[in-house]
Each structure stands twice: as C-alpha cells, then as structure tokens.
C-alpha cells in the first residue's frame, strides 16, 4: 500500500512514540443502532486512533459500502484524524447500522460524513499496483471492509450512481479548511450538503439540522435509470410565488418550506418509433425519495391522416404508391417523388454515372442521392443552409469568411464564391472600394502621397503617415523652407 507503513511493527502501531495506535484499516461497525447514549458514549470513547503517511482519506471506499451492502447503514462517519487517525488506502469510519431485520423505512435517508481532511479517489490506488476498478459490490466481513486491497476507490461518478440508487442524501461535516475542496464535491453529488465542522466538532447536531432543512427545501427531478433510445424529456418548473424554470433549471425547486406546493410539466420527446405495437415505459422520481412515477410511452408512427390514403393512387407514377397526407408512400420496390423509380434501376452503373460530375468517383459531390439517374441533395439542419447543382457541388455557406462573418457581411454565397455588395471586394467581400475615407484635407486621396486601399491609405512617401498620409514628422516647417 503506497500511503501507510508496510513495516511489520509499523502494521501494528503505526504511530510513533509511546502512543498506541490501532491498525489502519478501511472501514468497519462500531455499533448497532441503539437508542442507549451512555452506551455509544462508552465506545466511542474506546476507540483507538491509527495512522497514515499522508494527509487525504479512505472515506470514498466507506461510503460505498454504506449505499450498497444490503444491512442498511444510518448516519455518522467520523474520519477526523484527531479522533480516530485514517490511513490513506484506509479510512476510519464509525457508523450506526440499521439490523436487517428492521431496514430502511419508506423515509429520506441521510448519510452524514465527518473530516477533517481530502479524499482519496479511483485512480489513487495504482500507486499501489491496484488497478482493479471498485466494483460497487459489498464486502463486508465480521464489519469489516476486506478488499481494500484488491479493488481501486470508488470514482466520483460511481459514488453519484449507488448513492441516487439507494435514494441517500449526503452532508459533509468538515472543518473550515477543507470547505472549498466539499463545496465542490457537492457541485457534483445531487442532493448533497456541506457544512462547516467546529474543531471539537461541538456543533454537529445543528449542523447536521441545517444541512437536512437546507436539503429537504429542494426538489430536484431525475429519470430512474437509462431512457430508451431516441427519447428525451424536457422540463419546466413552476416553482414557489410562480417563478418559472426551464432547461436545467426545470428540473429544480428550491427555498420550498412544508405546505409548499410546486408544479414540473415534463415534455416526452422520440426521435424513432420503436418495434410496432411495442410500448416503453420511463420512471422519474425526486432525488433522494423513494417515490416515482411510471410513464408508459404508446408510439405514434403514423399521421392521423394515413388512415385515410388512396391506396394506388394515380396521382403517384403508375399507381405505384398510396397517396397519404398529400404525399405518395410508395409501394415496395419503388422510391421517388412520386415512386417514379425502381430500386433495382437505381442501382445500375449507368443511373449512378449521371449523378457523377467528371466522370469522378464522388456520388452527388457526397452531398446528395442519386435518383433515378439524377442528384437529390441532402437537406441540412439549418433551413438556410443549402446544397445546389446538377451534382449537388455547389453550397450557399462555405465561402471565405472575415470577422467571422460570411463573406464578410457584405455580399452572398454563391456555389462557394462570394458575389460581394456594390463598394466591396476580395474574396471575403473585406475590401471596401469607398475612397471617401481616404481623403485629406486638401481634397485629394491619401494628399497625393499614396494610395487608398480597402478604404485605407498606404503611404508610398516613407516621410509621410497618418489615416491620410498628411503627417510628416521630418519635414521643416514654412518658415525654414521660405
């Protein structure tokens, strides 16, 4: 292990001096939930610190443990080094576990985790040849964690997944110093809290108070696992004194106190129809509760204006399609416009060499199909952009750019050329032919001493300079010169 003595002595006592240290470890039980004080006081007061080589801890790898082994666990992580000392692949954890017999009720659950100082994460544990991911799994034995060794931290984001699954709202008790390091561990945990730990930790209960009212005033919407492909949900909140969310933003209420009432519309978007006649069903729940609700998804493929088609129409090529929502569905075999071609033509040599331009290789420049022997060009997501042209070779958006501009603001695209405004040239449309710009008090471009280029004079005398070539450092005055 990379962050503790290895030395024999040192695995039993790794402090120095005359103190005597417990062996570091990862993670274990201290005690059954109890509603007997002077019982916890008792062990708690029995506990040993240990001790590390650095200053981050093992906690990552204690609160894995508490969101997946199937005894459920309640509060209270002490991970102080002033109190128990944590190693670095080890962290020292207390916690107060629910029997199996009772578990979890129906409630909020919160995690309460006490430091003093960082934390360790996935990535950390190769510096001691573990390169083994953290499975997610529990390994408890005789309430100890056993694979510490074996299987790297737990990363940020596996943390995020098993603690939204097992619906657990996280605070972080820290000291002062590590407050910036938590804060931004919380960006990244929903439903999570930070506060501020006293040195003797003397305000833990108001602390733990404070963070649960804070978590419990806001409601923050979340599907239950992966949608099904090609679906989206979008969101709008409509939160207390009817302020309005949307994008990120729908998906949250906060400052919400108890007889608050708050409204989300949730918007269900498919970008695919499914197999026919198959249905999909999609959850959402609040972060950190235990209710959900359950959307089943009927797919709509077809217009309400299908069911009334003319089937063979002659208003398609050969009645070969069904003239539905004023458009031919062709029949198979047939595609087009109008099902005017045959699959099987379409395929020849003969139909692809009129849709190649110069006898090349390039179908419709690869910006169209070819149809019957001629180029249908491709549409893009932007209306405005266009594909032109016999073989579709020509565009209306990929021309010379200046300021970031298409031609420069000054002119149109045109089969990427630039066809530039009056007054304006170049190949950006850049270079204004106004001369208006250049002219000098005297009335005469660049004061007959250069030249005026794209609205800008070019002095051709090195004595001279300016905007219009009327300044001249080196030139004697009248007087001298008469």
């Not at 060794?149 to 002062?176: M, R």
């Not at 110093?177 to 040195?199: H, M, R, W």
């Not at 071609?341 to 395929?347: F, G």
Request: with cysteine.
């Amino acid at each position: 292990m990379p962050y503790i003595s290895t030395t024999p002595a040192r695995l039993l006592n790794p402090c120095t001096g005359n103190q005597n240290c417990t062996s570091p470890f990862s993670y274990k039980n201290v005690l059954a939930l109890t509603n007997k004080g002077d019982e916890f006081n008792h062990l708690v007061g029995q506990q040993q610190i240990s001790g590390n080589l650095d200053s981050p801890e093992g906690g990552f790898d204690a609160i894995m443990q508490v969101a997946v082994c199937k005894v459920s666990f309640l509060l209270l992580l002490f991970s102080q080094k002033a109190f128990c000392g944590v190693s670095a692949l080890t962290s020292c954890a207390f916690l107060f576990r629910l029997q199996e017999q009772i578990g979890w009720r129906n409630v909020t659950r919160l995690l309460v985790f006490s430091t003093d100082a960082g934390f360790h994460f996935a990535g950390d544990g190769k510096l001691g040849g573990i390169v083994l991911p953290n499975d997610g799994r529990c390994h408890l034995e005789n309430n100890m964690y056993t694979m510490s060794h074996y299987y790297d931290y737990p990363s940020i984001a596996h943390l995020v997944q098993k603690l939204s699954e097992h619906n657990i709202q996280t605070i972080f008790a820290v000291t002062e110093e590590f407050q910036s390091v938590y804060q931004e561990l919380k960006n990244l945990i929903p439903k999570s809290a930070v506060g501020t730990l006293s040195a003797n930790s003397s305000n833990v209960i108001k602390l733990i108070i404070d963070a649960y009212n804070s978590l419990s005033s806001e409601v923050i919407l979340e599907p239950v696992g992966k949608l099904p492909e090609g679906v989206s949900l979008s969101y709008k909140s409509i939160c207390k004194n009817n302020v309005v969310g949307t994008g990120e933003d729908g998906r949250k209420c906060s400052n919400i106190s108890i007889g608050d009432e708050v409204h989300f519309e949730i918007s269900v978007e498919s970008q695919k129809c499914p197999s026919p006649g198959k249905q999909e069903v999609i959850m959402i729940k609040p972060q950190g509760f235990t209710e959900k609700v359950e959307v089943i998804l009927d797919f709509i493929c077809d217009c309400e204006c299908a069911a009334k088609g003319e089937p063979n129409s002659n208003k398609c090529f050969e009645s070969s399609g069904t003239f539905e929502c004023g458009a031919c569905k062709c029949n198979e075999g047939r595609i087009g416009q109008f099902c005017e071609c045959s699959k099987d033509e379409v395929r020849t040599d003969d139909l692809d060499a009129n849709c190649r331009k110069d006898n090349g290789t390039d179908i419709c420049s690869n910006n169209g199909d070819c149809v019957c022997g001629t180029c249908e060009c491709k549409k893009r997501d932007n209306p405005a952009e266009v594909y032109s042209g016999q073989y579709c070779e020509c565009d209306n958006f990929n021309c010379d750019r200046f300021n970031n501009k298409l031609c420069g603001g000054h002119g149109r695209c045109e089969c990427r050329k630039c066809i530039c405004d009056a007054n304006y040239t170049g190949s950006a449309c850049d270079c204004s032919i106004d001369t208006s710009t250049c002219l000098a008090r005297n009335g005469q471009i660049c004061n007959g001493r250069g030249e005026c280029e794209c609205g800008t004079c070019k002095c051709t005398d090195s004595k001279f300079q300016g905007p219009t070539c009327e300044v001249c450092p080196t030139c004697p005055g009248v007087c001298p010169e008469h």
